[in-house]
């Protein structure tokens, strides 16, 4: 069972031995302390909790220090694992050491917000056409349904204009392409959701 939580860094270029090119995002890992395991008969579930990003005590209640062992941890989270066991005990330390290079990951994290969008950006809506008397169509939603469609009202579940983003999003399948215990970071392919400094979960 592999899992940390981090801050996403920036994107870089990665090339591989085999002069493969890779679209990588960094993400600085932070180290973490196992708090919690939960277990089917006292918690109803199987899940490790962790606590990671220590900070000062001033900023975190004493509940959440005793938990804790006496650290201030500034974020906790639980990972539930696939097949139903936790192979880690409480108070065991975690690092970006968990992974190798090659490793298949999941990543969630809130994606970046963009506010109040139309549908050609928010769905991939193509718009209206620009001949045939239409003038200022380009960007519309066109017809959302009418009487025929739903009894005179607007079907729940209708794809039209609205805040878009800010939302959790999990990529899956992305692979661990370097490790640097050194300075806690890990190299993983493709893009992250969220901006630099979204908290990421990374999910072996």
């Not at 001949?131 to 009202?153: C, D, F, L, N, V």
């Not at 729940?156 to 959790?168: P, S, T, V, W």
């Not at 959701?193 to 990421?200: E, I, Q, S």
């Amino acid at each position: 069972m592999k899992f940390l939580l981090g801050t996403k860094q920036h994107m870089t270029t990665v090339f591989t031995e085999e002069g493969r090119a890779y679209a990588a995002t960094i993400i600085v890992a932070m180290p973490a302390m196992v708090t919690q395991v939960k277990t089917k008969e006292k918690d109803g579930y199987v899940a490790a909790q962790i606590g990671a990003g220590e900070t000062k005590e001033t900023k975190v209640n004493q509940a959440q220090i005793g938990h804790a062992k006496g650290k201030a941890f500034r974020h906790f989270a639980e990972f539930r694992p696939r097949d139903g066991a936790v192979d880690v005990e409480a108070g065991v330390t975690l690092d970006v050491s968990v992974f190798v290079p090659g490793d298949p990951v999941s990543v969630t994290a809130i994606s970046k917000g963009k506010g109040f969008q139309g549908v050609v950006k928010r769905h991939g809506f193509h718009g209206g056409s620009r001949t045939h008397g239409q003038k200022h169509s380009e960007r519309e939603p066109g017809s959302i349904g009418g009487g025929g469609r739903a009894g005179g009202r607007v079907a729940k579940g209708m794809r039209m204009a609205g805040r878009m983003g800010g939302e959790q999003v999990t990529v899956r399948n992305l692979k661990v392409l370097q490790v640097h215990p050194e300075t806690n970071e890990i190299v993983l392919s493709g893009a992250v959701p969220g901006r630099r400094g979204t908290l990421v979960e990374i999910r072996g």
